[in-house]
């Protein structure tokens, strides 16, 4: 078990940022999703041991946060969202520098830091300053000091930003292999869905400091709600209103198609039903196979 | 950029392992960048300067009798007495010479980190505030520690080796140990200024220039003083005159100014534990507002 969380509560004076979050994360590449100001990187830096807790119990990697905070330290990678570096090194010396700090003897530390710095795909530009890196390039140097000491667990904020579509994609790939076959797991905080969706195969979802979701995505789609797409002919206006107060969300496309998210036990006969009820005729009706964004949308109750 | 995955993900072998002390990769490379910032090599060398001429009136003093056509009436001033060491310690050469250094490969040594955000990088692996900023103190104390301590310890041998006996030593035992526990004293006090200043901004340009307006200020603020009250209490304002006054008190030598020398210790040693109380709340691994 890569993360065990009981009723963690955290709080920015007045303002409650975590109330009462517990979860339990297995080994894999997890996605930490939820809206802006959900609390996402408020989470990220308790596991970290940057922010203490108000309340609750936290184990990462089997050790406990509040007494065992070095060791996790030493077998967790992190990642910033930030663009951060320290100035005047060369990509080398800084990735090794990290490893060192990390508990790696000197010389190994560089002959890892060379390893990694071709593994994210800056081997040739490895002895340039850092200062003189593209956003790009940055994004990809954090990646290798998180991974310079081999991680038993990385945390990653925003990893794709700053990225081109193929520098994106490539890094995708590579925290895709790294949590499947190198047995690293990642806990990965993002708001582009399409990349959570692509590398992780379990999603966390916070809304207002709160647990909204929890699970494989794929079990979270078939939990939370069923999608259908609708053509209808008619008036709608009475049919979308009779839906909402039996319990379903309904979202009209500008292509005029209806999408009907019911809760896990609805009867979607009643949907014909109430298209009769209503006098409109059904055209097409099809179960949509529905994508995290929807799950999120859902689960957080946001458009 | 080369393509990635050019080499492969592969899972090191070794042990991590929890260091003694865990501060020295950050002392090491806080003191090889120094000495990779242009005019630092340089400004260091010169700061030799004074070493050097010591060690020449060391020779001299020893040999006054090959010398006496070039140094007539200079017995006084060649003198090699604990004043000598002291005034060799309290030069303003000296000092200037550690600000400027400081201000160069000094000022960035926590502003750097927090205008480009490295601190977290730093506290998300197995370093305590605590390793932090020893490490970057060490940095400090290395500088002045060469500048001061070194060259003193040195002047000490050179004098035994010229004068080929231990009469010397033997009539100043103490001697070693002023130089020793007052160069100790200028580190912690140069430390705890220097990265007090650098905790303070994001911007090392902005530090370098604090390091010279603070200690200049204060010497400033005496005279002012000095001039409205004319009591000697002011030199408690300057940095400059504290340091002096305690100088004498560890050399055993002349008070410069008429007040007890433990009231410049008590100054300097507050500002010590001030400026660690502020460094401490500044360097964070995330910035709380509460």
């Known amino acids: ?303 | 950029m080369t393509t990635i995955r050019e080499e492969g993900y592969h899972h090191w072998g070794g042990q991590l392992a929890e260091r003694r002390w865990t501060f020295w990769p950050i002392t090491r490379t806080g003191i090889r960048q120094a000495f990779q910032r242009r005019r630092f090599k340089f400004l260091f060398a010169s700061s030799f300067l004074p070493a050097v001429a010591y060690a020449v009136g060391i020779y001299i003093s020893e040999r006054l009798e090959d010398f006496k056509f070039m140094a007539q009436g200079a017995e006084k001033t060649l003198q090699v007495n604990p004043g000598f060491f002291k005034s060799y310690l309290t030069l303003d050469f000296i000092f200037f010479m550690i600000l400027f250094l400081m201000a160069l490969g000094g000022a960035g040594l926590i502003a750097d980190d927090f205008r480009y955000k490295a601190v977290q990088l730093y506290f998300a692996r197995p370093i305590t505030r605590l390793d932090y900023i020893l490490g970057k103190a060490g940095v400090v104390v290395f500088f002045v520690g060469l500048l001061t301590l070194v060259p003193a310890v040195l002047l000490l041998v050179i004098k035994l080796l010229f004068s080929g006996s231990f009469k010397f030593f033997l009539h100043y035992p103490w001697l070693i140990l002023s130089i020793i526990f007052y160069s100790l004293f200028l580190m912690i006090f140069f430390t705890a200024f220097v990265l007090l200043l650098s905790s303070l901004s994001r911007n090392r340009d902005y530090v370098a220039a604090l390091i010279f307006a603070v200690y200049l200020l204060s010497d400033i603020a005496r005279g002012i003083t000095s001039l409205i009250f004319h009591s000697p209490y002011s030199a408690l304002f300057s940095i400059k005159a504290n340091l002096n006054q305690v100088a004498a008190a560890f050399f055993l030598q002349k008070f410069p100014y008429d007040y007890p020398w433990y009231l410049s210790f008590l100054v300097l040693s507050i500002f010590c534990l001030l400026s660690y109380v502020v460094i401490k709340q500044k360097v964070r691994g995330v910035e709380v507002i509460r």
Request: overall charge neutral; proline content about 3%; some cysteine.
């Open chain 1, 1 to 303: 078990m890569s993360i065990e969380l009981k009723n963690i509560h955290f709080s920015y004076g007045k303002v409650k940022a975590l109330n009462g979050i517990s979860f339990t994360l297995k080994e894999g590449a997890t996605g930490l999703l939820g809206p802006n100001g959900a609390g996402k990187t408020t989470l990220l830096k308790i596991l970290l041991g940057f922010l203490k807790p108000d309340e609750g119990e936290a184990r990462v990697l089997g050790y406990d946060l509040k007494t065992e905070k070095k060791l996790i330290r030493q077998l967790v990678g992190y990642m910033p969202e930030d663009e951060c570096f320290i100035p005047g090194m060369d990509a080398v010396s800084f990735t090794a520098y990290m490893g060192e700090l990390s508990g790696m003897p000197r010389q190994e530390a560089m002959k890892r830091a060379h390893e990694v710095l071709f593994y994210v795909g800056l081997g040739e530009s490895r002895y340039r300053l850092v200062d003189t890196y593209s956003a790009g390039m940055k994004q990809r140097l954090k990646l290798a000091q998180a991974l310079v000491h081999d991680p038993k667990l990385l945390f990653l904020d925003e990893p794709t930003s700053n990225l081109d579509p193929a520098g994106r994609q490539e890094i995708l790939e590579l925290i895709g292999e790294i949590a499947t076959s190198k047995n690293i797991s990642g806990l990965i905080c993002s708001h582009i869905l399409a990349d959570i969706e692509s590398i992780c195969d379990q999603v966390v979802i916070i809304n207002k400091g709160e647990i909204a979701a929890v699970g494989r995505i794929e079990d979270l789609r078939m939990i939370n709600y069923r999608l259908y797409e609708l053509k209808i002919k008619g008036e709608i206006d009475n049919f979308k209103k009779e839906l909402k107060a039996a319990g379903c969300r309904v979202e009209e496309t500008e292509d005029r198609i209806l999408k009907v998210y019911t809760p896990s036990d609805f009867d979607h006969l009643e949907i014909f039903r109430t298209a009769a009820r209503n006098r409109l005729q059904v055209r097409q009706f099809v179960r949509s196979q529905s994508s995290l964004e929807d799950l999120l949308a859902k689960v957080v109750g946001v458009d």
